[in-house]
Each structure stands twice: as structure tokens, then as C-alpha cells.
């Protein structure tokens, strides 16, 4: 038997029409300030851990330890560069990039290499106002981008796969929402199953 | 026509021999009297020959009187000959009609002769046959076009009655169908049927009614089937990346206005900078 290749599009329906496209500005500065939170709040948490760690060695003459601005930087900075190479190394984007449906790619298309991801993350953490040239750039690339060679797309999730020729099948999966259980599903008769088994 | 001349054959007298105690001729008497009805009646045609005609000339004529003063001559020399071949013949006669050799070439001319009179009446036989044969041919010919025979079997021919004494079966059953049918050239009998014409004329929903669809289907591997379309599309893989970055309508809008953002600071730059909007959707 033979079966007509079929491709399977599982971008969800409302990022279809935009779906791989150079992400613009506002949507990229928002990612970044997600990011920004969420490695301060790393950051706060490492800092209420090292002083419960503390507290306990102490005892009563615990104080909170003293951050100084230059260390406090300086633990920002190293903390945002692995956050950020760690993200783009593994999924292609950060928990910013996530929320706001982006994606960081190499300019061909394929997944950031983990030097390329740390040079970015260095270049973002030194330069972050860089990020605003991709408003102008034709390409919607910012300086980082033109220098190791990447750009960032919109991407909800899903693919656009095994598409092997014009006529195959291409079939579009809609995923609703989650939707939460009813209170009287837990009283319902649960479905007898296919053997016959319950 | 001046009368044909005659040969002049004269008798061969028989020669006075001594009694002997058979009273026919002998050998030698008899081949001689052959070869001189034989010169005798090839003359004789000759010179009919050259006579017959109307329109004969004075060389015909004197050929012919040359043939048969020859063949006159001829036959003088053999009843000049004949005594002494009689006596030769009595001379050795005992000896040879011992040994039974000249009753053997008096048969064996006998034989001859009988053969050549057989020979020349069957010629004129068949020169009969043959002028029997075509007046009659001419006479079928001068018939046939005479008569309408188109017409004739029309008006006079019962095919019904023809048609009922033909036993049809027993000549089907004679007919070897496969030779008649391995003699047909398929290909030019299909290329000559109008498909198109031919599907219109049936009813396929009479067709498909008469199919037994769930007998169709009994006999398909459909668990076989189904697992080889899963395994072909993927289906936990299509699930997994559908459902993997599954976001609320919360951020689904938070990111919808961001598109819109992004879209709307694309357009005022590239009016700022007089630059063509074609990438924007």
C-alpha cells in the first residue's frame, strides 16, 4: 500500500499568516524585560538562599550580607549571559522569548550554536540599547544579530513539516484553549474501555 | 483443292515359305508390316496437312509430292527386302523360335503398335473434351448474362425456409472460436470504441449498488491499514508540538498586540525613511 506524503501544519491558526517572519521592536524590547525580571528574580532568589544559608550558620548575629552596586553587576551580568546562552543553546529562546512567541535562528534557518548563543548574550548584556537598530534595519536584525549572524522570528510553536510536494495534504491542527474541569466530571461514570476493561 | 495424292502402297505379298505349323506370320513379316502402316500413316498426315489449307502454294504442293513419293519409295524397299529377310528368318528361324525370342518382338511390336493407336485416340479425346468445354462455357456465360440473378433469388428464393433447414448450432459447434478469436487485433478494435461514450451509457449507481462494500472491506487489513498511516504521519510527534507551546488567551493576545506593535513601528519607519512596506503582510 502506499500512503501520499502528508504535510502536518501545527502552527497555531492565528500566528499562521506571520509565522517565521523578523520580529519587530516592541515585541523583542518586551521579551527582554520579561527577561530582565526573571534574572532578577533568579538573582533574589540566589541572594535569599546564600542568606538562609547564612541565617542558619549564624543564628542570631545573622544580617543580611551587603551587596555592592559593582558586585551586584557583575552578578547581574554573569547571571543574564548564562540565562541567556543557556536558552538560546537549548530551545532557541528565553522564557521572554517564549511568552512573546519568539525564536532566535541562524540566519539559515538552523539552531544557535552554543558559542554564537554566548557571544549574543555577551553583546546583549554589554550593549542592550544595540537592540533597537533592528527598527531600522531593513531586515529586522539588531547589531548583535548582524554581528554573529542570527535573527529572531515569530514562532508559537508547532511546524510546518514533511511537506514533500505541492498536492500533498496539509492539514491544519487547531489546539483550543485548555479547558478547566467540570466540578461534576469527577462524578461522572468514567468511559468503558476498548477491551472492555473499566 | 486438288485431291490429295495418293500414296502407292502396294500389298507386300506373302512369302511362299515352307509349311511350317504355325499358320499366322512371322515376326519379321509382321515388324515389316508395321513399319509400313507406320510410314504410311505419317505420310498420310503430312501430306493432308500440307494440302488442307485453302491457301496452299506451289511449295506446299511440291513438298508434299516429295514426302510422298519418299514414303513411296520407301515402302518399295521394304517389300523389295522382304525375301531375303524371309529367308534369313527361315534360315534362323528354328533357332530364334526356339529360344521363344521372336515371339517376344512380335508381342513387344504389338505392343507398340496398340500403344501409339491409344496414344492418338486419346489426343483426338481430349481436343474433343476441351471444344466441348468451351461452347459450353460460352453458352453458361451467354446465359448468365442474360439473366438478373439478383433479382431472380429476390423474387423466387424462400430464405426462410432456406434458413430453417441450416442447423445453426451443429455449425457453431464446428467453428473453432479460439482461432477465430486469436485472429482479431484487440488493439485496433479498442482504439476504435469511443470510451468516453461508453462510460456515459453506464449506470454506475446501479454498478455501485451491486457492490458488496462490506465484503470489500472484510477482506482489507484495516488495523494493518491504520498502523501504516500512523506510523506514517507521525501522529504522537504532531500531538506533541501542538500541544507543547499551548498558551492561555492571556499571552495569546499579549502577543497578538505585540505583532500588531511590531508591525505599526515598521510602517512609521519605513514612511520616516520614504522606504517601500513590502515585507509587511
Known amino acids: ?198 | 483443292m486438288r485431291e490429295p495424292e495418293s500414296i502407292p502402297i502396294h500389298e507386300i505379298p506373302a512369302e511362299p515359305g515352307p509349311a511350317t505349323a504355325d499358320s499366322g506370320p512371322s515376326a519379321t513379316e509382321r515388324g515389316i508390316d508395321f513399319l509400313a502402316g507406320v510410314v504410311s500413316f505419317g505420310a498420310g498426315l503430312v501430306v493432308a496437312a500440307l494440302d488442307g489449307g485453302d491457301d496452299t502454294d506451289e511449295r506446299t504442293a511440291g513438298v508434299a509430292a516429295f514426302v510422298a513419293a519418299g514414303a513411296g519409295l520407301f515402302l518399295e524397299g521394304l517389300r523389295a527386302a522382304a525375301p531375303m529377310l524371309g529367308s534369313i528368318e527361315r534360315t534362323a528361324g528354328p533357332k530364334i523360335g526356339s529360344t521363344g525370342a521372336g515371339e517376344t518382338v512380335g508381342e513387344l511390336l504389338d505392343h507398340w503398335r496398340s500403344s501409339w493407336e491409344d496414344r492418338h485416340e486419346d489426343e483426338r479425346q481430349q481436343v474433343a473434351d476441351e471444344q466441348l468445354r468451351a461452347t459450353f462455357q460460352r453458352a453458361v456465360d451467354t446465359l448468365l448474362g442474360q439473366l438478373d440473378l439478383t433479382t431472380l433469388v429476390i423474387d423466387h428464393l424462400d430464405i426462410r425456409r432456406v434458413a430453417a433447414g441450416v442447423d445453426i448450432q451443429a455449425m457453431v459447434a464446428d467453428l473453432d472460436m479460439d482461432a477465430l478469436v486469436g485472429r482479431l487485433d484487440m488493439d485496433r478494435l479498442l482504439d476504435g470504441i469511443d470510451m468516453d461514450r461508453l462510460l456515459d451509457r453506464i449506470d454506475m449507481e446501479r454498478l455501485t449498488a451491486r457492490i458488496d462494500v462490506e465484503a470489500l472491506l472484510d477482506r482489507v487489513d484495516m488495523p494493518a491499514v491504520a498502523s501504516s498511516v500512523i506510523d506514517d504521519l507521525d501522529i504522537p510527534q504532531v500531538i506533541r508540538e501542538a500541544t507543547a507551546d499551548t498558551a492561555s488567551e492571556g499571552v495569546r493576545d499579549v502577543r497578538l498586540r505585540g505583532v500588531e506593535a511590531d508591525r505599526a513601528i515598521r510602517r512609521a519607519v519605513n514612511r520616516i525613511l520614504s522606504r517601500s512596506n513590502g515585507d509587511a503582510p
Open chain 1, 1 to 198: 500500500m502506499t500512503t501520499r506524503a502528508t504535510g502536518f501544519d501545527t502552527v497555531p491558526k492565528e500566528a499562521r499568516p506571520f509565522h517565521g517572519q523578523a520580529a519587530g521592536l516592541v515585541t523583542r524590547t518586551i521579551a527582554n524585560v520579561v527577561d530582565v525580571v526573571v534574572v532578577a528574580g533568579l538573582l533574589g532568589a540566589c541572594y535569599l538562599g546564600v542568606s538562609g544559608v547564612l541565617f542558619l550558620r549564624r543564628g542570631a548575629g545573622f544580617t543580611f550580607p551587603i551587596v555592592t552596586y559593582r558586585m551586584a553587576y557583575l552578578v547581574g551580568f554573569a547571571g543574564w549571559v548564562i540565562y541567556m546562552t543557556f536558552g538560546w543553546r537549548t530551545n532557541g529562546r528565553t522564557y521572554g522569548d517564549q511568552l512573546l512567541g519568539l525564536r532566535v535562528r541562524k540566519t539559515d534557518g538552523e539552531d544557535v550554536g552554543g558559542m554564537r548563543a554566548l557571544i549574543r548574550a555577551l553583546l546583549c548584556g554589554i550593549a542592550p540599547l544595540l537592540l533597537a537598530w533592528c527598527a531600522i534595519s531593513k531586515d529586522q536584525r539588531s547589531v548583535q544579530d548582524l554581528i554573529v549572524g542570527t535573527h529572531v522570528i515569530y514562532d508559537w510553536g508547532g511546524s510546518r513539516r514533511r511537506r514533500v510536494s505541492d498536492d500533498a495534504v496539509r492539514v491544519g491542527v487547531d489546539v483550543a484553549p485548555p479547558v478547566p474541569d467540570e466540578p461534576d466530571d469527577g462524578h461522572a461514570e468514567p468511559l468503558p474501555r476498548v477491551d472492555g476493561e473499566r
